[in-house]
């Protein structure tokens, strides 16, 4: 479904661009992109510390500034070692694979993960692990007793798949970016642990929930087997994730990249700016997460019965609007629209980008290319485009 709005959406955005001025001559538009955390553009710091990176065979283990990152990362994330992958997908696969051994291996996992929606059954079809989704909780979670059930129901018996993992995100892209509690991860592992069964962590977007929690990522990643972490979501790096664990699972976690065409020869370019977008993590996330809030308190205050937000929902870098009486794509489109209505009525021309995320919500996503005057600027426009709906 995201792939079909994503289409549409650019079609809308281009088609906009393609109208050019009109009757809002000369009020040049300002665009607030907040569809992901993954549109941001390397800045002239990140782009200058690619330029001078430097760089060796990382192939042969020769390339300085991936090792350094790898180094870097692993004390951060608390883990023996790290591998540098070019995505987080890769590193998922990668982390299923090393945990699950056997074909027709059980995995359990939210049915709307991402590594169960958006990566093509990529533990399916390439490395045969039969996945068995639970359904998520509104925080994120999985219900604890269903866990149980589910790792226990095979145990012994020759008829069913043999559970060998749990894989959990955090923070939870699907509930709008919630954070899994740690007594919650304490508890799984502890589950996990006493079925002989292994937990895999997508920290896509770990970093958000370690600022959000005020807690090293270390106090996070303790609680799991393995974790992924990736570079082009709000840490604004162009390229790369990683994956870490103990020192015999990354030796194969490297076999396996090799295995998947992941090896890179001087990806220290890459690493570079991984290690920028790790420096400011939480700084920038940090401004993130005040101005998906700010945006939050903002629309509530508008007090629309149009739209609505659960303000204790807004944890990290997301805000997932309801949306009642328009489709959520008619909203997205006015958003996006620029009228001379809105030049007459606000002296701006503001376009917002967006995607619908269910019949009925809208999830809005901030990230380091949106300022705090871009936060503002996107709730002065969805005010015009209440006021024009209105009731
Ligand atoms: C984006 C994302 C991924 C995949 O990352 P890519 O680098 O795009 O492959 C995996 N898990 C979560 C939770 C994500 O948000």
Redesign the pocket.
Known sequence: MLRRLARTAAQWHGALWARGSGSWAGVPAHVVDLRSD?VTKPGPAMRRAMAEAVVGDDDYGEDPTVRELQEKAAELLGVEQTLFVP????A?LISVMCHCRRRGSQLLLGQE???HV??QGGVAQIAGVHSHPLPDLPHGTLDLAELERMVTRGLGSPYHPVCELICL?NTH?SSGGRVLPINYLRQVRLLARSYGVRVHL?G??LMNASVALHVPPARIVEHCDSV?L?F??GLGAPVG?LVGGPKDFIEEAWRLRKALGGGMRQAGVLAAAALVGLADAEEVLLRDHRNAQRFAKGLQELASPLCSVDLTAVETNMVMVRVDGPPPEELCRRLQAVSADEVAQTGRAVRVLLFPWTERSVRAVWHRDVSAQDTELALRKWGFVLRQLGP
């Open positions: 993954t995505t987080n997908t890769m998922n993960c991402h590594l958006y990566e995100e892209s997508d896509a977007r992924s990736c082009s979501k994730a």
